[in-house]
């Protein structure tokens, strides 16, 4: 979240678990979670998230993301 937000403050950065949508992680802790029925929360777990911050985002960043992540899917971390 450091290099999100404040990337101008750090040379690179290593991120072990995906620069995730808090809407996506969610679901793990709350199956029934549903961001379209929920549009103020969802709106601010994604403002909450790394990946809402990628437009000012400019350190270089080395992702490590297991594929068997229980927490975090690792389709957070595959660049589209």
Known sequence: M???RTS???AV???IHGVM???VIIKNFMPSYEALEHPDFAK???DSSPI???DTWR???LLIHGDDDRNVPSSESVIK
């Open 13 to 15: 950065g290593v991120d």
């Open 2 to 4: 450091g290099l999100a």
């Open 44 to 46: 601010l777990a994604y």
């Open 52 to 54: 809402a911050h990628m």
């Open 21 to 23: 949508n808090w809407n």
């Open 8 to 10: 101008d403050m750090f």
């Open 59 to 61: 350190s270089p960043v």
